[in-house]
């Protein structure tokens, strides 16, 4: 995962999503919810690019920050190329119940 990204004639840091909740949130709604809301909501978990506050649901934020970066002319492609970037991020700061089980299945040698 790269350490940052830059879109819009500007560099980010990216850092793992703060919230696990928020992380799980937005990997639901990637499914049922236009692809670009989920992208968008990605991206803003994971780089400080746009000024927007959680707006209480994964895809009220996506919309917000989405509609903060078209405001800026950051292109569409450019936003969902930037989501995608941020998409394992975001897996990864929720814990699935496979890596539970193993984790809770672990022995450790004798």
Do not use: N
Not at 18 to 26: E, G, I, K, L, Q
Not at 36 to 55: E, S, T, Y
Not at 91 to 99: G, K, M
């Amino acid at each position: 995962m790269p350490e940052s990204i830059t879109f819009g004639g500007a560099t980010y840091a990216l850092h793992a999503p703060r919230s696990p909740a928020r992380a799980a949130a937005v990997l639901q709604i990637q499914a049922k919810d236009s692809p670009h809301v989920a992208l968008a909501a990605a991206l803003g978990l994971c780089a400080d690019c746009h000024g927007v506050q959680w707006k209480g649901s994964a895809s009220a934020f996506g919309e917000a920050v989405f509609d903060a970066l078209q405001a800026r002319k950051v292109a569409f492609g450019a936003i969902c190329e930037a989501g995608a970037k941020c998409m394992e991020l975001v897996a990864s700061a929720v814990l699935f119940e496979d890596e539970v089980a193993s984790e809770e299945a672990f022995t450790a040698a004798p």
